[in-house]
């Protein structure tokens, strides 16, 4: 027994070095972060249970790995700490009660709440209020100069403005975290995509590339930012007592900091702010992990004190992992609308941010490839916000038995030969409306919100009037009668009558939602917007020319060449006489001088701190938006307020867009 556990301790030391390595010399990562923290913890668990089997270079007793040679290496005048972890509530408290019984005091803490960003550690040194150098955390020890690089984030003072007020200290270091915001990671990568060169996996990785880029010309093309959170030495001025008004003294010497910093007076504000900012973290700008709390007062943190290789006054909560590890079982081929083939990969099921996924998007066969993607594959797993998982790439290390991924001979639906591009990319079901996949597609567009807008026809719904032949095209939605849908599975008599009601409700509708409706390649709402707006009628729309298509706005020559083609094929004529015929009525509406509120759609949930709910609805009203009281998939936004409901689940599975009371007084104050 003791020999097996010597060997876990020393296959778990090197693994976890090795990671360590990765993540903090070379900036990259080979397993995400859950798959970290559980053998770390597993080493933590054996090493205290077994003292004597503890390896001299455990990843437990320092920080990140050596640093490489590349840059400078420099020693920190003072050393740079992490932080411990708590995962729930009970590590919380226990964290709580230890700080008391060191304090001696039954009384509530006061505490600096921070968001934990997801980024790299700097520390700068200026002299005289210049800046002098600037430093990566490396082992905590001995850091590399990233000076240059440092230089080149935009919103890093390099001189410091001192007043009569605020005197500059002769030596300041700060510490913070270097990050990119979600918005310059996508454009980053799909800068990356369009030149074939490799993509980040996450925004964490891009900013660690970014700053080992020994040419600082290329990091300053990568949008950086900053953000900063502690001072780590400071000669001849004396800091403020605590430390939120220490950041607020750097706020004032010019340094960027947090402002959704908090300072709170115990341990269960400290548990509000960790929700108010999980509600929000989809919605921030940039990712974090977790929020930190720290005691605020200096005079206690000094008598707290440091464990070895963190303080013992700080603690990060962290957030449920937002990338995980699973085996990819298979890869499925759906239908879409238009005919082409997308792959989906199926999971062995992993919970991802607090939710059970089995499946996740491969987008095309280009990804795929690029990413190398195989059956059998074990691959991370990413899900950030509501969007659908999607693969981020393959553990290579892990690769066993693995099988190439084709694209299909054959219409997985419809059986129809598939037809391939020359470059062998992409597929397409050449069966048009014969593939059942394909027409069931289209006539969920059709009934779409931001199409006819037809309450109560789910796919589910949809593809049991196509299965029983109620419906042969999409026009004979207008044709069917209460009678001929009541006997379907799970369609009650009122059920049936409100699809019924729905569907005439939508005769009368917009002349540009009707276009959108006809599923045009290519044609979104925005472009059959300006369609309607130039032609008006639909005789004009018929009748439309090359030339003319091509002077409108946003239509080139593909889309004007999509358009020209579908209104040339005698079904989709027939399909439109039919519409008409059966009473659709799509008029040409005026734009409206409205606010961007107008007819959105608002749901408060939650106890709001600075607005009742009745001021709250009639400011949105005034604006008019409309506040209903339960959430459904016309909801626009949920604004939540704290202790908030079950519609909070409901809004975050539909994928509405949620506001926190702060990001909802911004919006009133916007556009009032
Ligand atoms: S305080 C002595 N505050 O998290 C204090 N760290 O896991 C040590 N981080 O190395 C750090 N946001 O890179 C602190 N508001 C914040 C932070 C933060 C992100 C990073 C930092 C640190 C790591 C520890």
């Given at each position: 027994m003791p020999k097996k556990i010597a060997e876990r301790v020393i296959y778990l030391t090197e693994i976890l070095n090795r990671y360590d390595h990765q993540y903090h010399v070379l900036g990259e990562q080979e397993v995400p972060d859950s798959e970290y923290d559980k053998l770390y913890k597993e080493l933590k668990e054996i090493e205290k249970k077994y003292?004597?089997?503890?390896?001299?270079?455990?990843p437990s007793s320092k920080i990140g790995g050596q640093p490489q040679d590349k840059f400078k290496s420099i020693k920190h005048i003072n050393r740079m700490y992490s932080l411990n972890n708590a995962f729930s509530n009970e590590d919380l408290k226990n964290f709580d009660s230890r700080l008391k019984n060191i304090v001696k005091s039954d009384e509530d803490l006061e505490y600096t709440c921070e968001p934990k960003l997801d980024g790299i550690a700097v520390n700068l040194r200026y002299e005289n209020g210049e800046l002098k150098y600037a430093l990566t955390r490396g082992d905590g020890v001995i850091g590399e100069d990233i000076t240059l690089n440092v230089r080149t984030i935009k919103n890093i003072p390099f001189t410091l403005q001192g007043n009569k007020k605020i005197i500059i200290p002769s030596t300041i270091e700060i510490r913070g975290e270097i990050f990119m915001t979600k918005q310059h990671f996508e454009q980053l990568n799909d800068h990356a995509r369009s030149h074939n060169e490799k993509e980040f996996a996450n925004p964490r990785n891009a900013a660690a590339g970014s700053m080992r880029q020994l040419d600082p010309q290329i990091t300053a093309k990568r949008n950086l930012s900053v953000f900063f959170y502690s001072v780590g030495d400071v000669w001849d001025v004396d800091l403020p007592d605590t430390h939120y008004e220490t950041l607020q003294y750097l706020k004032k010497l010019g340094f960027p900091i947090n402002p959704k910093n908090k300072l709170v007076n115990n341990l269960e504000k400290c548990q509000h702010y960790y929700q108010e900012i999980g509600i929000i973290r989809e919605q921030l700008p940039y990712e974090i992990d977790g929020v930190v709390y720290k005691i605020n007062s200096h005079a206690m943190q000094k008598k707290i004190g440091y464990v070895a290789k963190a303080p013992r006054w700080a603690i990060a909560h962290k957030y449920p992992a937002e990338e995980v590890m699973t085996i990819l079982k298979e890869v499925e081929f759906q239908v879409s609308r238009t005919g082409i083939l997308t792959p989906v990969a199926r999971l062995e099921p992993v919970s991802v941010g607090g939710v059970t996924v089995s499946n996740a998007t491969l987008h095309n066969m280009d990804e795929i490839l690029r990413k190398d993607i195989r059956i059998n594959d074990t691959v991370i797993i990413r899900r950030a916000g509501d969007v659908i998982p999607k693969v981020?790439?393959?553990v290579l290390n892990k690769r066993k038995n693995s099988k190439k991924i084709f694209l299909p001979d054959k219409c997985p639906v419809c059986g129809t030969k598939t037809h391939k591009d020359d470059n062998i990319v992409a597929a397409y079901c050449t069966a048009g409306m014969q593939c059942k996949a394909q027409q069931q597609e289209s006539i969920s567009h059709f009934v779409s919100r931001k199409a006819m807008d037809i309450e109560g026809l789910s796919k589910k719904t949809v593809s049991q009037l196509v299965d029983t032949k109620i419906?042969?095209?999409?026009?004979d939605l207008y044709s069917i009668e209460v009678e001929d849908i009541i006997n379907l599975e799970r369609m009650g008599e009122k059920s049936a009558s409100n699809l019924i009601n729905s569907i005439k409700k939508s005769k009368k509708t917009t002349l540009a939602r009707f276009i959108f409706a006809?599923?045009?390649?290519?044609?979104?709402d925005v472009i059959a917007k300006k369609i309607a707006e130039h032609f008006k009628t639909i005789p004009k729309i018929l009748s439309a020319k090359y030339e003319e298509l091509v002077g409108i706005e946003d239509i080139g020559e593909v889309v004007a060449n999509n358009i020209l083609q579908f209104f040339s094929n005698q079904r989709n004529l027939d399909s439109i006489n039919k519409f008409l015929k059966l009473g659709v009525k799509p008029q040409y509406e005026q734009a409206q001088?409205?606010?961007?509120?107008?007819n959105k759609n608002f749901v408060i949930t939650g106890t709001l701190n600075k607005y009742s709910r009745e001021t709250a609805k009639t400011a949105l009203e005034g604006l008019g938006a409309n506040v209903t009281s339960s959430v459904t998939k016309k909801t626009d936004f949920l604004v939540v307020g704290v202790s908030p409901g079950s519609k909070f689940n409901k809004a975050k599975n539909l994928g509405i867009q949620i506001l926190s009371e702060d990001e909802f007084i911004m919006f009133i104050e916007q556009y009032s």
């Open positions: 003292p004597e089997f503890k390896k001299a270079d455990s981020v790439e393959v419906i042969k095209e999409i026009a006809l599923g045009i390649k290519d044609v979104g001088n409205n606010t961007e509120l107008s």
